[in-house]
């Protein structure tokens, strides 16, 4: 009985998360999809929590080896993902002369 | 004790992520919503290492190093690469739900078969299918977007194709269901791979039929499903951090492909199952139509005489790297009290954002990059719209010819602008396969070449001191 108390409690997060990204995601500048992407892209890259329990549990063998796998797919989309979303929107700048006189 | 404080960190990550993408609704702010995100990855990594069940260290500090070994030179990509770059990543994202998925479910069937509830195994099974085809169509997506020889670039389509592709996904379905209601039969661990190489399969198949003009949506579905991937992973896993990110991810990739949908007017499914482009060929033969191609020089002068000009970016301006030397043009005639606005059409491109991210790369202000309804009713008192490797965006087939492929389509009113100058790499239609009405238009004129040389051609002119007198 708790475990299916857990599952609606899971599904209720699930629908409420997904009505919150709806709402927040739909005000985005339209300037910025291609950094969004990639930045949601590092966000979901949280199932690193997952493999990294995967991987270090005291699990045989093969399935610790999947996991790490995982681990290291999901770590490449974290690292590639920010670092890429950080360069696109440096780039985005109101006026090249007043940025420039700034940084000096 | 400890599972309080991870509970807690889970739910810091979470409001994190959310300001995160708060953040993104602006770009002075946005860099703020990438260290929000940083921060959330940093605490949540933490407090899931620092659990006590993680008690082997080794693998995870070598697949970390690995992790960050890819990771970088990926996010140094030039970009251009970015739609594949982007595509790349979904296939990671698919790849690792689909592996904890397999690694999850074979755990418990060796130990603890009644974790096997048919909650989880419906989890397990949505999460692997997705995660799966996730992987193998984000590849094929990248592969096409890298132009790799092996992949074909046009749509493939052959008899029966999506009775073949939903044939497919019943089987695995069905399967699915029988792994839900017996878990842990004699046969089900030999069942198991089976739903995974239908899901690879499908993937593949999915992908196939679908063009470079249609990659915005499906680069943004893809971004849902590997959103959604996570999500399932979080029921797997009992894990609230993981479905809230999932969710976050989803709802991202579906108002984005919402977004890339209406402005090709066209439905989820038409773009997945509808391969674009088929109906065309029989047209294409038949009248031959006239391009007048203008000069240089010509164009220069009335470039130069004009008040406003709108330049119109499409996915040829990518492919030519000209965004720099459109960013020069736009240096003189600026200097020559030109008016220049950058028209952006939500599709252009290879995936969403696309020219917007090109264009600030080579340093334009993003405040003159205006949305096509921003710019749309004023293109009447537009003196010249140039139109840089963009074609079925203006295309004003769309607007009144039924039989069009593109019939419907929002598009920028470049016809509306006194002259249309038009660089095209050379006479075949585009992407889509379609002849467009505007090159043929009374007052367009059309600049062939390579968009970088021609614009190149075009600054030399304006330059003082050079070529014009």
Redesign the interface.
């Known amino acids: 009985m708790k475990q299916s108390l857990d599952y609606w409690s899971m599904l209720s997060v699930f629908i409420l998360a997904t009505f919150i990204g709806l709402g927040v995601i739909r005000r985005v500048s339209r300037l910025l999809h291609t950094p969004l992407m990639s930045l949601t892209n590092a966000i979901s890259a949280i199932a690193v929590v997952g493999s990294i329990i995967v991987t270090g549990a005291d699990y045989p063998g093969p399935i610790r080896f999947l996991g790490a796998v995982a681990l290291f797919a999901s770590m490449t989309n974290i690292v590639s993902g920010f670092l890429i979303t950080d360069r696109m929107l440096k780039m985005f700048k109101t006026d090249r002369k007043k940025d420039e006189g700034g940084k000096s | 004790m400890i599972q309080g404080i991870v509970q807690f960190s889970y739910i810091v990550?979470t409001a994190l992520?959310?300001f995160?993408?708060?953040w993104?609704?602006?770009?002075q702010t946005?860099?703020r919503?990438?260290f929000a995100?940083?921060a959330?990855?940093l605490v949540?990594?933490g407090a899931?290492?620092a659990?006590p069940?993680?008690?082997?260290?080794g693998?995870?500090v070598?697949?970390?190093a690995?992790?960050?070994l890819?990771?970088?030179p990926?996010?140094?990509?030039p970009?251009t690469a970015?739609p594949q770059?982007?595509a790349l990543?979904?296939a990671?994202?698919g790849?690792?739900?689909g592996?904890?998925g397999?690694?999850?479910y074979?755990?418990w069937l060796?130990e603890g078969q009644e974790n096997l509830?048919p909650?989880r195994m419906i989890a397990i099974i949505i999460e692997i299918i997705l995660g799966y085809l996730t992987f193998t169509g984000s590849l094929m997506a990248a592969g096409k977007l890298q132009e790799v020889k092996w992949i074909p670039q046009r749509p493939v389509t052959y008899p029966l194709q999506n009775v073949t592709n939903i044939a497919l996904l019943g089987i695995a379905v069905v399967i699915g269901t029988a792994l839900v209601i017996q878990p842990a039969a004699p046969w089900s661990p030999m069942l198991f791979p089976a739903i995974i190489a239908l899901a690879l399969l499908f993937g593949v198949l999915l992908i196939i039929p679908i063009g470079g003009a249609d990659m915005p949506t499906v680069?943004?579905i893809l971004?849902s499903y590997?959103?959604l991937s996570?999500?399932a992973?979080?029921?797997?896993?009992?894990?609230?951090?993981?479905?809230?990110?999932?969710?976050?991810?989803?709802?991202?990739?579906?108002?984005?492909a919402v977004?890339m949908c209406k402005a090709m007017n066209r439905s989820f499914a038409n773009v997945l199952f509808g391969a674009f482009g088929q109906v065309q060929p029989a047209k294409a033969i038949g009248e031959e139509k006239l391009y007048k191609a203008e000069t240089i020089e010509g164009a220069a002068q009335i470039l130069e005489q004009a008040s406003l000009v709108v330049i119109i970016p499409g996915y040829g301006m990518a492919v030519a790297q000209a965004q720099h030397k459109v960013r020069e043009l736009y240096d003189q005639l600026r200097k020559r009290g030109v008016t220049v606005k950058f028209a952006?059409h939500?599709v252009a491109g290879r995936?969403?954002?696309?020219m917007?991210?090109l264009l600030?790369?080579a340093?334009i202000?993003?405040?003159e990059?205006v949305?096509m309804e921003e710019i749309n009713p004023d293109m009447p008192q537009c003196d010249v719209a140039l139109v840089v490797g963009a074609n079925d965006v203006v295309n004003p087939a769309a607007r009144h010819d039924k039989s069009s492929p593109i019939y419907g389509m929002p598009i920028i009113d470049a016809d509306k602008a006194r002259t249309v100058f038009a660089i095209k790499r050379s006479k075949r239609p585009g992407f889509a396969g379609i002849d467009n009405e505007l090159y043929f238009a009374d007052k367009t004129w059309m600049l062939f070449g390579d968009a970088k040389h021609v614009i190149g051609e075009l600054v030399k002119q304006l330059t003082p001191g050079s070529g014009m007198h």
């Open positions: 990550a992520f959310v995160s993408l708060h993104m609704n602006a770009p946005a860099r919503g990438v995100g940083v959330a990855m949540a990594v899931t290492w659990q069940e993680v008690v082997h260290h693998w995870i070598v697949a970390i690995a992790g960050f890819v990771g970088v990926l996010s140094r990509v970009l970015v770059r982007t990543s979904h990671f994202g790849l690792a739900a592996l904890v397999t690694a999850k074979y755990l060796g509830t909650f680069i943004a971004n590997a959103g996570a999500v992973m979080g029921f797997v896993l009992d894990n609230k951090l993981l479905i809230t990110a999932g969710a976050l991810d989803g709802s991202s990739g579906l108002i984005l977004i952006i939500p995936m969403p954002g696309h917007n991210v600030a790369e340093d202000p993003y405040t990059l949305t």
